[in-house]
T-cell receptor, first 113, second 115 residues
Framework: AQSVSQHNHHVILSEAASLELGCNYS??????LFWYVQYPGQHLQLLLK??????LVKGIKGFEAEFIKSKFSFNLRKPSVQWSDTAEYFC???????????FGSGTRLLVRP | NAGVTQTPKFQVLKTGQSMTLQCAQD?????MSWYRQDPGMGLRLIHY???????DQGEVPNGYNVSRSTTEDFPLRLLSAAPSQTSVYFC??????????????FGAGSRLTVL
């Protein structure tokens, strides 16, 4: 069965700092990977997704993620964070049937102005 | 398009009371699901449905019932609320199996407190 883990539970950065959030998944066949973001008081929104092709995936708001098959990782990056990036970030992978998503425990990012 | 609509946004219950969280989508999505979000645990799947009349259990189904009589609606019922069900509940839908074209769309959430 698929599983996903996020090791950074809380991250605090100053504006303009670079960001990298870790995500590791267990191998279960075809790899599909997602990053969702939840801004304070809001619902989850899709940030980016990987299904095939270029392992470097560009998302919204300047975020990107790199799929590294040998490391079972899909880390989220942003070169320069802004205060408005303060949110909780979730990595997710579909279960075997592909109807259901398994989410990591989330990483709370606080960006200080 | 309204997308995925959840009601109520906030609810306070006493232990043992029953209630229904409503979820409706206007995108003609076949797949609908309910998740609960708890601090440090991410989102956990409660129940899901792959079409009208078809439902199945997720990771944490105990204490919850669902039904899917129409494509649009997927209510979540708590028959006898317990404090352990205090959580934020999210409904989500997609056109089909998760793929490059089909992603989960989430509702705004329902915050439930059980005293």
């Amino acid at each position: 069965a698929q599983s996903v883990s996020q090791h950074n539970h809380h991250v605090i950065l100053s504006e303009a700092a670079s960001l990298e959030l870790g995500c590791n998944y267990s191998y279960g066949g075809t790899v599909n990977l997602f990053w969702y973001v939840q801004y304070p008081g809001q619902h989850l929104q899709l940030l980016l997704k990987y299904f095939s092709g270029d392992p470097l995936v560009k998302g919204i708001k300047g975020f990107e993620a790199e799929f590294i098959k040998s490391k079972f990782s899909f880390n989220l990056r942003k070169p320069s964070v802004q205060w408005s990036d303060t949110a909780e970030y979730f990595c997710a992978v579909p279960m075997d049937s592909s109807y259901k998503l398994i989410f990591g425990s989330g990483t709370r990012l606080l960006v200080r102005p | 398009n309204a997308g995925v609509t959840q009601t109520p946004k906030f609810q306070v219950l006493k232990t043992g009371q029953s209630m229904t969280l409503q979820c409706a989508q206007d995108m003609n999505h076949e797949y609908m699901s309910w998740y609960r979000q708890d601090p440090g645990m991410g989102l956990r799947l409660i129940h899901y449905s792959v079409g009208a009349g078809i439902t199945d259990q997720g990771e944490v189904p105990n204490g919850y019932n669902v039904s899917r009589s129409t494509t649009e609606d997927f209510p979540l019922r708590l028959l006898s609320a317990a404090p352990s069900q205090t959580s934020v509940y999210f409904c989500a839908s997609s056109r089909g199996p998760v793929s490059g074209a089909n992603v989960l769309t989430f509702g705004a959430g329902s915050r439930l407190t059980v005293l």
